[in-house]
């Protein structure tokens, strides 16, 4: 049974920074790709960040290029947020694939991820 738990999420005005952990346990291997999408009420979830097992290259959706910075040792992975605008306000879940991406596109798909943590949220107040 592989578990992904999520911390950090909380309530922080427009400008200020929060970080994010996500840890794997279980049976699985920490080298497929790791990745935080989040998901605003009444939204579709969305792509936010990606990251393969040995962490040498990153994908991240536009709209957060330049703010957030994905970073991870092993089964962990840490999303670094910074000048958080009331946009940014959503669910945040971590997820884990079995598989290691090098192709953006599919990095970015929900599809390509099998194990999924429970959330956290993430409040940007103006």
């Known amino acids: 049974q592989v578990r992904l738990a999520e911390s950090g999420g909380g309530l922080v005005q427009a400008g200020d920074s929060l970080r994010l952990s996500c840890t794997a346990s279980?049976?699985?291997?920490?080298?497929?790709?790791m990745a935080w999408f989040r998901q605003a009420p009444g939204k579709e979830r969305e792509f936010v960040a990606s990251?393969?097992?040995?962490?040498?290259t990153t994908y991240y959706a536009d709209s957060v290029k330049g703010r957030f910075t994905i970073s991870r040792d092993k089964g962990t992975v840490i999303l670094q947020m910074k000048l958080l605008k009331p946009e940014d306000t959503a669910v945040y879940y971590c997820?884990?694939?079995?598989?290691?991406?090098?192709?953006?596109?599919?990095?970015?798909?929900?599809?390509?991820?099998?194990?999924w943590g429970q959330g956290t949220q993430v409040t940007v107040s103006s």
């Open positions: 279980g049976r699985t291997s920490s080298a497929g790709s």
């Open positions: 997820a884990l694939s079995r598989t290691i991406y090098y192709d953006g596109h599919l990095a970015s798909q929900d599809s390509s991820y099998f194990y």
């Open positions: 990251i393969p097992g040995n962490g040498d």
